[in-house]
Structures are given as structure tokens and as C-alpha cells.
């Protein structure tokens, strides 16, 4: 049987044959986690988890855990289509057909994007602020996709994957 296309279907059924699914998000991790020391014992979760994808150093936001691997497994998985949101701020500003580029997918070292969308559109001085919902995540993409259209990623922040959303947990 596959795996569902579906985040929230994934949350709520869990993919664990043998034990119970646990998720937590970064913030409940924060007293579980020291240095880098991934898998860690989680008392508020009660298990081993890992961390559903990774941010790099410069990036902010919402980093989930869990025990259940086969799910982090498929929402890490550029093939799994998962929605992951960020906000962007770069600089120089974005033209409105840079801007386009990223919607319709920019071509990088290894291939070309899948369409992204752009949405909440502010330029300010010299940069533009913006949210970017990309449908794979590759290593260090929205960077990529940004300075393959001519600007640079001065903050980055993800705000949701799939359906859980920082802020609203």
C-alpha cells in the first residue's frame, strides 16, 4: 500500500505498524535536544525522535520531530510533493518577472524546480519580502531558486509543512 498524499492523513493515522506515531514541532524539542545530539530522548514525547527535514544555520521557523521515520522519510522526499511555505525577504529587489521565474520554476545544478507559489509581495527599498511555496525540498532550494533569478536570500524563515503551520500549534 503507498503512502497518502495527504499531510493530515499522514498526522492523524500514523504510519507506525509496531508502536505509536509521535510528532512534535522544534519549540517542545527545545529541552530534549543538546548540541546536535539527533536522535534525542524527548520526555514531552516519550520516544526517540528525528527531525522531519533540517534548517540550515541563517534559516528560522518551524522544524518538526518524530518517531516515526517512514513519515519523515516521506515528507522530506522531494518526490512526495509536500507543501513547505516560507518567507522571504531578498535583496536586490525582485522584478515582477523574476518573481514569475520562481512560479513557473528556475533551472538549478540538479534540474529544474517544480512551479512554485509566490504570494504577499512587498518591496521595500532595495529588497523584496515575500511567501514561497515550493512542492519538493531540495538541499538549500528556495536559496538557490532565489539567486538563480538574479537576487539573494537575506532572511528566511519556514512557516509551515503541509498543513501544520508555525504559530498555530
Known sequence: SGLPRSLDAIVMRGLAREREARFATAAEMVAAIEGCCIPARAPDVGAWVVPVGRLDAQTSG???????TQFAEYVTNPRSH????????????LSVESLASLESGVEL??????PAVVMHVVHRGRSTSFDLTIREGRNR?????VRAVGSK?????????????????
Open 109 to 114: 545544478s540538479d534540474g529544474m524546480t517544480l
Open 62 to 68: 518551524l522544524l518538526l520531530f518524530t518517531n516515526d
Open 153 to 169: 536570500v537575506t532572511k528566511l524563515a519556514r512557516l509551515a509543512i503541509g498543513s501544520v503551520k508555525l504559530g498555530e500549534l
Open 141 to 145: 532550494q528556495v536559496r538557490r531558486m
Open 82 to 93: 509536500v507543501d513547505k511555505i516560507y518567507r522571504v525577504e531578498a535583496t536586490p529587489r
